[in-house]
């Protein structure tokens, strides 16, 4: 591995920390952003080799020429990436028209479209909600006839829970269809009666886990941003070992190779007639990025490790190092609204966890909406002490 794009390094700002490790590596890291070079951070400014401005990334031309001028200057680009769910299909183009090692958009197309994606779970041998392409209200009816209300809708190609609609009767469905918009592809599910799990894994060239971990989301992000209520999930002390078997079989079905990934299920909370017995597990989403905001991190102070530093070495030399006997916690991230009116005060939460908390961060308003305004990010060794964090932070009056 001798030179690596890396697009939109400053943003999450976290990511600079996967170009930091990369050049580590003894990688040529070039930047590929919007910003000025001058308001970089300064160990982003350090990780660079060089770094292409552009007044817009979602201008391709102008991201053509970047990826062009990198090309004509360091010869052979051997990845290119941004890890963000929001570029992975122009990486994909990139890739394509500068014959860059990755993932190609006839790959990603499957992926990115959540029809798509069921056909391979059911050749991963993973149980997934029944689904319909939204066109008219006869059919979203006759559908609905034969899986019940509630239904899920959301956009087939969509990022996060951003438009998407749970239908509760003929009234709330009727108003649907009757304010769409046709300009977009909507999929309609049957509602799934789970808890939400994740299967996050960094995989090798030969698609096999280098990194196993996954968290736990107390309410889907759906509800959250619908109701703006608080946002709280945490990573597991130790993956359930039905969960880390669905992961491995999504990841083998998808063909997943050299990537960090984020697969979503659920965990049904009842017996479902379709579906199957209360506890299994249920596929709900693949993403083929890490897990958004500060998930990372989480995973570093549960799992004692560093992964920016491991997608780095997978990268760099398809491998990570061993952290046997490492030590293992339950890491939560609890995102306060400013709406809400909490019991207990900022300096409650110092004078009683001061010793767990590991991150408090105002977010801006791109990730608040998801994941609320004030973050607090902790760490436990006892799932009691967990729970009890949680239920004094989100106490309201």
């Known amino acids: 591995m001798r030179n690596f794009i890396f697009i939109s390094p400053h943003f999450p700002v976290n990511y600079r920390n996967f170009c930091i490790q990369l050049r580590g590596n003894g990688v040529n890291v070039l930047g590929i952003g919007d910003t000025p070079y001058d308001s970089l951070d300064y160990s982003l400014q350090e990780a660079l080799t060089e770094y292409y401005r552009v007044n817009s990334m979602e201008n391709y031309d102008e991201m053509y020429r970047a990826v062009a001028f990198f090309c004509f ?6 990845g290119l990436e941004s890890n963000n769910e929001y570029w992975l299909e122009q990486d994909a183009r990139l890739r394509e028209d500068f014959n860059i090692p990755g993932m190609r958009p006839k790959e990603l197309s499957v992926i990115k479209h959540k029809s798509g994606m069921k056909n391979f779970y059911a050749k991963a041998q993973v149980p997934c909600a029944r689904f319909h392409l939204v066109t008219d209200l006869a059919e979203s009816l006759a559908f609905i006839q034969n899986v019940g209300y509630p239904v899920i809708v959301k956009p087939d190609n969509g990022v996060g829970a951003v438009d998407t609609h749970k239908i509760s009767n003929e009234d709330e469905l009727r108003h649907f269809h009757e304010t769409v918009s046709g300009h977009v592809q909507y999929i309609m599910e049957e509602f799934v009666p789970g808890d939400i799990y994740s299967y996050d894994a960094i995989i090798d060239s030969k698609g096999q886990p280098l990194l196993e971990t996954g968290n736990h989301t107390m309410e889907s992000i759906m509800d959250t941003v619908n109701n703006l209520s608080s946002s709280v999930f ?7 070992e039905d969960l880390r078997e669905a992961g491995r079989r ?4 998808f063909g997943v190779k050299s990537r960090f990934i984020h697969f979503e299920f659920f965990r049904l909370t009842q017996d479902h007639a379709y579906l199957g017995k209360k506890g299994t597990v249920v596929a709900l989403e693949v993403n083929l990025r890490p897990s958004g905001g500060f998930t990372p991190d989480m995973i570093n102070f549960a799992n004692s490790t560093d992964v920016y530093k491991d997608w ?18 339950y890491c939560v991230s609890v995102g306060l609204r400013d ?3 909490y019991v207990h005060s900022r300096e409650d939460i110092h004078s009683k966890y001061a010793d767990h908390i590991v991150l408090e961060q105002r977010l801006p308003d791109v990730l608040a909406i998801a994941m609320g305004d004030t973050l607090y990010l902790a760490r436990f060794a006892e799932k009691e002490e967990l729970d009890g964090f949680i239920r ?3 106490e309201e009056k």
């Open 73 to 78: 200057k360091y010869g052979k680009i051997d």
């Open 312 to 329: 780095a070495d997978m990268v760099a030399f398809d491998t990570i190092r061993s952290r046997e006997g490492a030590e293992k916690y």
């Open 250 to 253: 999504c990841v083998a079905a």
């Open 339 to 341: 709406g809400r009116s």
């Open 392 to 394: 004094f932070l989100t």
């Open 234 to 240: 945490y990573i597991e002390k130790q993956i359930k």
